[in-house]
């Protein structure tokens, strides 16, 4: 009897036993579909953010070693999806703005720079700003007055200067020749200045950011963090400059120094354009980074500060 009734509380103890793990098992199941993906500090998807940096990544090595031919369309489609992006928001808040003709006249304002460089740039923006003013002027025809002529044209020039006409000198990066040294080396100089300044700018931002440097623009963006990046891409400037350009070490610091300047820039101003809009990102393009302006918005003026320096420089 005292044996029988043993393994009866033993047969209970071991139900119960079993059913704690199902249930703890059910718990564990239930955690793990509900946890949350892992995030970066903008609250997006780390691991689409990666695999997406990536994949640009692999694209950019591609055109960059095929050189021009490579370099320029990749240029003429970012900056043909960024003005799509841009112009696509713009018209959403009641901006009056011809999208396809702009996304044109950008295209036009890229490949005029392969057979004439720097002027062809003067030549067809020139041409694209009296295009757009006039054709602005006349938008619901002759008889009727224009209204926001001002302000529509005055965002269509802007959006020409922002993205086509810094996204040019991007491309004529490709065709520098300077201390005997070609092209893709430029390229690679200037990427490399680029990442060096936005991992300066996050370490330092991170660890020691405490005064904002315009709190009514972009809030997290310190004094810190732009000192950070100002180092990062003059000793990342400097390095570059001497083992892949052959150059003097000072003109690597005159480099690092303007690209940053001019990509810390270009954050804060499309900060304040995003603000304005009411919006996080351009589109939804690129999983896990938002749109393209939003990998361009700093790249772009660089580029074009990039180009003037070392044009400048070799004279």
């Not at 991007?170 to 520098?176: D, E, H, Q, R």
Request: glycine fraction near 10%; hydrophobic fraction near 55%.
């Amino acid at each position: 009897m005292s044996s029988d009734l043993t393994n009866l509380i033993k047969k209970q103890e071991q139900a119960r036993r079993r059913k704690r793990d199902r249930a703890r098992q059910h718990l564990e199941e239930k955690l793990h579909l509900e946890m949350p993906k892992p995030k970066n500090s903008a609250g997006r998807d780390l691991r689409q953010a990666i695999a997406v940096g990536a994949l640009l990544g692999v694209i950019v090595i591609i055109a960059l070693i095929a050189g021009p031919v490579g370099w320029y369309p990749l240029v003429a489609v970012a900056v043909g999806v960024a003005m799509y992006e841009v112009l696509t928001r713009l018209r959403e808040v009641g901006y009056v703005l011809p999208r396809t003709i702009m996304i044109i006249l950008g295209q036009v304002m890229i490949w005029a720079t392969w057979p004439f460089d720097a002027a062809g740039l003067l030549f067809a923006f020139t041409m694209s700003v009296l295009l757009l003013m006039f054709g602005r002027l006349f938008h619901h025809g002759r008889t009727t007055p224009p209204k926001n002529y001002l302000r529509d044209t005055a965002v269509c020039i802007f959006v020409l200067v922002w993205i086509p006409l810094f996204g040019a000198f991007a491309a004529m990066l490709s065709k520098l020749e300077r201390w005997e040294v070609s092209g893709p080396l430029f390229i690679l100089t200037f990427m490399l200045c680029v990442v060096a300044s936005d991992i300066g700018g996050y370490v330092a931002g991170v660890m020691f950011g405490s005064h904002p440097m315009a709190p009514a623009v972009s809030p997290k963006k310190s004094w810190e963090g732009f000192v950070g990046s100002v180092v990062f891409g003059m000793v990342t400037g400097v390095l570059c400059v001497i083992f892949l350009l052959h150059a003097s070490w000072w003109i690597g610091l005159v480099l690092g120094f303007a690209l940053v300047v001019c990509a810390t820039m270009g954050d804060l101003v499309e900060s304040q354009f995003k603000r304005e809009l009411g919006i996080k990102d351009m589109s939804k393009i690129l999983p896990g980074h938002g749109g393209l302006m939003d990998r361009l918005d700093g790249m772009l003026p660089a580029a074009a500060a990039t180009w003037l320096v070392l044009s400048v420089i070799a004279i």
